[in-house]
């Protein structure tokens, strides 16, 4: 039963062969159109709505705008390069529950911190590509393979015209040797004067559309993806242009400006981050100061009331000793009376 379930499934009460990588694609593309969780239970999508873009199987850099892997997925380099191929799911409904996240904010610093050594490792390997292929250009050059071949600038009806004065000229030429193998040398040196007079008019027509030798195969290396093509010249242009617009070029181009855009970014989270731990000190610092006053002020303020209370204990000490002020004035009293009796 096992082996059966493995082998076939069940679509309508018809049974059906596994079609493999095709009910693969079939799952990926319902995914993307209704979501991961679509045959979840009603309980679990409560539990799980708006948050189903954190699974682990949906692609983040799908969520920020950009997989790579998605974007140039069956491209010419795809199994020439470290690409590889992203299996996780490219929802838009995941990117639209992501969008209105009210921590979107915080999702997006983490997703692009984990996207951007990937971007990297695409860059430099693009960058490692371009050295790469200059040097095989230049090597080629060097041995002198480059097929060269003569390129005229006549039109069709002016090199048909070459064509049909070339056979007179041959025919006048033929017809003089006839003549002056039979004696007639006068008809022959006739011949010989009109044939002259064809190959001037044809020389003047060549001037006029000149010819030039071309390499062909002369190569050039694209900086931004490291594709090597064609040089461009006057019989190439729109192929060349061509280039610009290709799904390879334009999925490097995008992803050497997220890399940009990503760094730029940190750098001013970096900036932003660095002046509130700045202000957050100087608030510190002024706390601390504030309160060291404060605590100088109730420290001078202790100390008086301190003073005050010992003065006040002094106080009552003298007042509760009746017999010792009545001694003092006695004494007084016997000192002004010796002074008195000197007197």
């Not at 400006?257 to 731990?277: G, P």
Request: include cysteine.
């Amino acid at each position: 039963t096992s082996r059966f379930k493995r082998l076939f499934f069940c679509m309508g009460g018809v049974v059906w062969p596994h079609l493999g990588p095709a009910m693969d694609d079939a799952r990926k593309l319902l995914d993307s159109l209704m979501g991961t969780t679509r045959d979840a239970s009603l309980d679990e999508a409560k539990k799980t709505k708006g948050k189903n873009f954190t699974a682990d199987n949906v692609c983040k850099h799908y969520l920020l705008g950009f997989c790579p892997q998605y974007e140039l997925a069956n491209s010419k380099l795809t199994t020439k390069r470290n690409l590889g191929e992203c299996r996780k799911v490219h929802s838009d409904a995941m990117k639209a529950e992501y969008e209105a996240h009210p921590d979107k904010q915080k999702y997006r610093t983490e997703y692009e911190r984990q996207f951007l050594p990937f971007l990297e490792s695409q860059v430099r390997e693009a960058d490692a590509w371009v050295a790469r292929e200059r040097a095989n250009v230049q090597k080629t050059a060097a041995a002198g393979a480059t097929e060269k071949t003569t390129i005229s600038t006549m039109p069709d009806s002016v090199r048909d015209q070459v064509a049909e004065l070339t056979k007179d000229m041959n025919k006048m030429m033929a017809s003089a040797e006839e003549l002056a193998e039979k004696g007639d040398i006068e008809g022959s040196r006739f011949k010989v004067e009109l044939a002259d007079e064809i190959k001037e008019k044809i020389k003047d027509i060549e001037d006029k559309h000149p010819s030039y030798t071309v390499t062909l195969k002369e190569e050039w290396v694209c900086d931004v993806c490291g594709t090597r093509t064609e040089a461009v010249n006057e019989h190439n242009t729109a192929r060349f242009k061509a280039h610009f617009t290709g799904k390879v070029h334009l999925g490097y181009e995008k992803i050497r400006e997220w890399v940009k855009k990503i760094r730029a970014r940190q750098r001013d989270a970096d900036v932003s981050r660095s002046r509130k731990e700045e202000a957050d000190d100087r608030r510190r610092r002024r706390g601390s100061r504030s309160k060291e006053r404060q605590g100088g002020d109730r420290s001078s303020t202790r100390e008086a009331e301190a003073d005050r209370r010992r003065r006040r204990s002094r106080s009552r000490e003298e007042r509760s000793r009746p017999g010792d002020r009545g001694e003092r004035r006695r004494s007084r009293s016997r000192g002004e009376d010796r002074g008195r009796r000197r007197g």
